[in-house]
């Protein structure tokens, strides 16, 4: 019995520490993370250690147990949508990005935003990530991902490969470095067929006023028409490992290191 107890502890221990050293190299370069796990309240709390939260605006509601992983923050399409207004300080001069986040639709062929940068004025630019119903590329896609960026050095934009939409949980993770182009990578896998994507420009992101989930650059009186779950920004381009383990939702580790979630949780989430 005592050997079987710690063998217990040595496995919970090894599990553990394996877990701080994943978010101890993931969570290098965090700048926000919200992870939409609350419960009540109209705030959603940043889990970096930059305390950038957000505040929940129109019918924006929390939905526990409900999420990816965890809870996860719901918006009926009318206009919800968590924001933060310092978003501005944090978002102007980077020179690199990931944005890193999962979404469940409630329907598919539309343009709702997803992540932006100002308040919605039709234009994609700054910092932006939202679903495209049609590019306006020639030849165009439909039920895409689309992203932009505006930098010091001139504007970027990405529209990515036909019929990707989906009612599914997807992950999405869209990056940057200036000189370079736009990658975006759905459920772990890079899309390397878009429709357009724009040549690198060097510089630094330039325009943002505040940091928005669930509007886009088409989202005045709208917003997204589903779940937004577990919301990560980085100052820098995460390697393809980091992104496929983000993606996978197999290791869900909180931003100081604790383990937060069980192996028997993360079973039953996915299956």
Known sequence: MRIRILLTLIT?????????????????????????????????????????????TGSAKWEPNSGKIGGALRLDGTGSSAEDDNGGDYIDGLEAFTIAVWVKSDTVGHDRGIIHSMDPNGGDNVFTLR????????????????GAVTTTGGGQAYEGKSDVQTTEWQHLAFLWSSGEKLQLYIDGELDDNPTHNDDGKTGSITGATKFIVGKGAKDASASWPGLIDDVRIHDRVLAESEIAELASGVLAVEADGKLATTWADLKQKRD
């Open 12 to 56: 919970f221990t090894i599990v553990v520490c394996f877990g701080s050293i994943v978010s101890a190299g993931i969570d290098d370069g965090l700048i926000v993370y919200y992870p939409f796990d609350e419960s009540t309240g109209d705030t959603a709390s940043d889990a970096s250690k930059h305390n950038n939260d957000a505040k929940l």
């Open 131 to 146: 679903y495209d119903a049609a590019s306006w590329s020639t030849p165009g896609g439909t039920n895409l991902i689309k």
